[in-house]
Antibody, heavy 120, light 109 residues
Framework: QLQLQESGPGLVKPSETLSLTCTVS??????????WGWIRQPPGKGLEWIGS???????YYNPSLKSRVTISVDTSKNQFSLRLRSVTAADTAVYYC????????????WGQGTLVPVSS | EIVMTQSPATLSVSPGERATLSCRAS??????LAWYQQKPGQAPRLLIY???TRATGVPARFSGSGSGTEYTLAISSLQSEDFAVYYC???????????FGPGTKVDIK
């Protein structure tokens, strides 16, 4: 059974870079035609797609975040990662990683999510 | 960007009753529409994809329908474990820009 697990620092300071890793277990991140995505949810609010990546490194980003986001993949570790630069309090959210079947598809399954507060 | 709206924001239903949730897209999404269930403190769970196909393990009391810009999630007989927030999501664009609706909270009447 495929499982995803987010990991990263529990707190980020304003203006710094948020970095998270998603570790995939129970399956290979190189399996075609899967893509791998990041989604976030501010406390008490709705869901926002951040971006997605294929195992070969093709990326798609939310235009509203594109200037600050980089998503990368490490196939040797079966992981993919998120970097969000110049964070503010508005970036405080639960960050989820998830799998997509193809570049344009829904998300299933999801990781459990990790809360990243942005605070000094 | 395709904007998704959901109604109502909150739906109060008694156990055993039927619930009907609506999702509207600002332009046609060609049935590239998914529904998720989220319980407090948990990640969203995929219920329906391609507007009407139940995901693996999803009970038959959940059904999706619709086309174009209008979609519906129906829960035929609400069980206690169904009280949650439900989100719709479109995945129709190219290049991909995925958007979610604001959610409908289904609570106990």
């Amino acid at each position: 059974q495929l499982q995803l697990q987010e990991s990263g620092p529990g707190l980020v300071k304003p203006s710094e870079t948020l970095s998270l890793t998603c570790t995939v277990s129970g399956g290979s991140i190189t399996s075609s035609p899967y893509y791998w995505g990041w989604i976030r949810q501010p406390p008490g609010k709705g869901l926002e797609w951040i971006g997605s990546i294929s195992y070969s490194g093709s990326t798609y980003y939310n235009p509203s975040l594109k200037s600050r986001v980089t998503i990368s993949v490490d196939t040797s570790k079966n992981q993919f990662s998120l970097r969000l630069r110049s964070v503010t309090a508005a970036d405080t959210a639960v960050y989820y990683c998830a799998r997509q079947v193809g570049a344009t598809d829904c998300f299933d399954p999801w990781g459990q999510g990790t809360l990243v507060p942005v605070s000094s | 960007e395709i904007v998704m709206t959901q109604s109502p924001a909150t739906l109060s239903v008694s156990p055993g009753e039927r619930a009907t949730l609506s999702c509207r897209a600002s332009q046609s999404v060609s049935s590239n529409l998914a529904w998720y269930q989220q319980k407090p403190g948990q990640a969203p769970r995929l219920l329906i994809y391609a507007a009407s196909t139940r995901a693996t393990g999803v009970p038959a009391r959940f059904s999706g329908s619709g086309s174009g810009t209008e979609y519906t999630l129906a829960i035929s007989s609400l069980q206690s474990e169904d009280f949650a927030v439900y989100y719709c999501q479109q995945y129709n664009n190219w290049p991909p820009v995925f958007t979610f609706g604001p959610g409908t909270k289904v609570d106990i009447k």
